[in-house]
């Protein structure tokens, strides 16, 4: 069986399918020590294992409308967030003194990139309500975006207080004054946008227009992860990417820390750990929604055992190679960080 055959004819039928299996291919380009590894038996179950997870993972049967409604929620989320904290231009003019002052924080390149960003994800909105309309559905209500306390509106509040304005993203740490914690909550939107595209793909190939889309969608919201992570590493002011990251979100001088630019292990918990742990672990069902710590795919404990051709690489590097999947009800409870005790908008 030759499996690295078989990968390019479905590549010629589904072009992100290396992106379902390794979003960074260098540990499953080097899997000819998985084949020969097993038995010549034992390989097509591998096989069947690692496509039934990338192909099948969903075991509810969401509706396209419900899955792309589901996105939607998301993706208002995290336009609310940009929209708010920087401002809807990507100038000075017509921002909040507010909005200016975080502005003025960061270098020139990493303000343009969270320029670009913003757009993107208001982008993302729009593209989403017109493929709902388009396939005869209604869009779920926009949230609130109106200020009714320091980020805090009706619907979200980006202190993580619930409401009062006064969570563990205020104060000395609000996120829209703080630059540092801005990227952190930026970052932890974009990561749990990542998995929870990946998670609700499946519910999409019966119709693979909407796929191709949603999939689009998927690998921007990966690329804006990796950049926040950049952006975090390198520090608020930097024009360039550096190799270490403040230790403390609140000082530029301490930089022992170093996020890298994609998920390693459960990535520590994440930019606030108390917060954003649950954005790495385990979903509803860990089977099938393992953490971001998971080694094991295709029922194969990944390691320079059973692929010889990655001798050498640091262990990280297998769960490195994978991003995990996240089930709707673990995505929308981690959203909910953000909600207000009295906003409706995630039970729409």
Known sequence: ??????????????????????????????????????????LPLALGAIFNKAYAQTSTAATVLQVLNYALKLEYLETTFYNL??????????????????????SATNL????????????????????????GGTPINAPSSTLVLPGVTADFDFTGGKGTGAGPFSGASFVFSNPAVFLGVAQSLEDTGVRAYK???????????????????????????????????????????SSVAPTNPNSEADRSASPKSWVSGKDGGG????????????????????????ITQGGVALSSSTL???????????????????????VVTIAKTFATTTSKFFDQ
């Open 1 to 42: 069986m030759n499996f690295f055959h078989i990968l390019s004819e479905i590549e010629k039928v589904d072009p992100e399918v290396y992106e379902r299996l390794d979003s960074r291919r260098s540990v499953f380009k080097n899997m000819g020590g998985l084949g020969r590894t097993l038995s010549a038996a034992a």
């Open 85 to 106: 904290g920087i401002g809807t231009t990507s100038s000075n003019t017509g921002t909040s003194a507010t909005q200016s002052a975080l502005r003025g924080q960061y």
């Open 112 to 135: 343009s990139s969270l320029d670009l960003i913003r757009v993107d994800e208001n982008n993302h909105v729009n593209d989403l309500i017109a493929t709902i309309k388009a396939l």
């Open 199 to 241: 998670g609700g793909a499946t519910a999409l190939m019966s119709n693979p227009n909407v796929l191709t889309t949603a999939l689009n969608i998927h690998s921007v919201e990966a690329r804006h992860a990796s950049r926040l992570r950049t952006m975090r590493r390198g520090g608020v002011t930097n024009n360039a990417a």
């Open 271 to 294: 930019a606030v750990p108390s917060v954003t742990a649950p954005i790495y672990g385990p979903g509803a069902d860990p089977t099938n929604y393992p953490g971001e710590d998971n």
């Open 308 to 330: 010889t051709a990655t001798s050498g690489f640091p262990a990280l590097s297998y769960s490195e190679a994978f991003d995990e999947p996240l089930d709707m009800a673990t």
